[in-house]
């Protein structure tokens, strides 16, 4: 006799033993990257207003701010800084003793274990806040490289562990590597910012940095938010100059992209969940309308079922708590 439906697939969703059996993707800490943004001249902790829970550090706090995230569990910090002074050739983004240079030395003082990524790009350092140098109106893109070059050299010689650059100018991933090896660094790794799209989601993150542009945007630069196979060929460019990482940036509105970059490439690959993915949470739990932990969860563990390997999120030590309880 036949019973119907003979394909029962509530069977395997009985309770939570069976379903964890069954469970195809995982969230864990150690693929996590926090990112966090470190002020000059600060004397206290500045909460972002448009981005609750997250802070401007100083200088001499962010070391025992990384101790704390590293005994959460969470490998990986992605470094913003915030200079006191700006001008045109964003100077004190390759300064020696620049915000980033010194912060780098204060956090594998305070915490030698935690992985050190570090963001490289003009736009928080230049006064007209663009991601390169600015001649006749445009970025200029080979004049920028050198600067971006410059600047990730000096990040590595304070001693940053991976260097992530996120300016999309042209060759910036080639760039890097050559004066890095020219340098000794040859063990350092490039996460390439491959696939970063001009986004509306950036917007609360330029209140953190102060990196809103002061005329224009970014579109002659950053991806047309409507294209994909032009994302295979920015993709295809980072490996070819040396990339050892690829990122999509944002997430939520590209977990096709992550999807086809993982089904295109072996390279790992990183997914930024971006300032405006997480105000928009925030947003709403303030108001009572969703269930934060349970959203953030699902959110996290989509980007992941897109294929995302790590991801990076403001969200890290909130996960790394609720997933040890
Ligand atoms: C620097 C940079 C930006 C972000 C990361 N690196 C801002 C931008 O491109 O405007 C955004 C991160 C976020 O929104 O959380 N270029």
């Not at 060759?171 to 350092?188: P, S, Y």
Request: charged fraction near 20%; proline fraction near 5%.
């Amino acid at each position: 006799m036949n019973s119907f439906p003979n394909v029962r697939l509530r069977r395997l969703r009985q309770n939570e033993k069976i379903r964890g059996l069954i469970r195809e993707t995982h969230l864990r800490v150690d693929q996590l990257i926090y990112p966090l943004f470190v002020a000059e001249g600060l004397s206290e902790p500045h909460e972002i207003v448009s981005m609750p829970g997250i802070m401007q550090w100083p200088l001499d706090q962010i070391g025992a701010e990384v101790q704390r995230v590293a005994q959460l569990g969470i490998p990986a910090v992605l470094l913003f800084g915030i200079p006191n002074q700006k001008d045109e050739v964003g100077s004190q983004a390759y300064a020696e003793h620049g915000v980033i240079q010194e912060a780098i030395r204060r956090i594998k003082q305070a915490s030698p274990e935690t992985l050190i990524v570090t963001d490289v790009c003009l736009c928080e350092y230049t006064s007209h806040g663009h991601c390169g140098v600015i001649h006749n109106g445009t970025v200029q893109n080979d004049e920028s490289l050198q600067l971006l070059a410059q600047m990730a050299l000096s990040h590595v010689q304070a001693g940053a562990d991976i260097v992530a650059p996120s300016d999309m100018m042209d060759g910036r991933v080639g760039a890097l590597r050559r004066v890095l090896d020219e340098h000794g660094f040859n063990q350092t790794p490039i996460m390439a910012y491959s696939i970063k799209y001009a986004s509306g989601f950036y917007g609360p993150f330029r209140d953190a940095a102060g990196s809103t542009p002061q005329f224009g945007d970014r579109r002659a630069y950053q991806m047309d938010p409507a294209n994909v196979r032009e994302a295979l060929r920015e993709l295809e460019q980072d490996i070819l100059e040396g990339a050892d990482m690829v990122m999509v940036k944002p997430a939520l509105s590209y977990l096709d992209v992550i999807r086809q970059v993982r089904d295109h490439c072996d390279l790992p690959l990183v997914a930024y969940n971006v300032s405006g993915e997480y105000s928009m949470v925030k947003a709403a739990a303030q108001q009572g309308w969703i269930d934060e932990q349970r959203v953030v969860l699902e959110i996290l563990t989509g980007i992941r079922r897109a294929g995302a390997d790590m991801i990076i999120t403001y969200f890290a030590p909130d996960v790394a708590r609720w997933l040890q309880s």
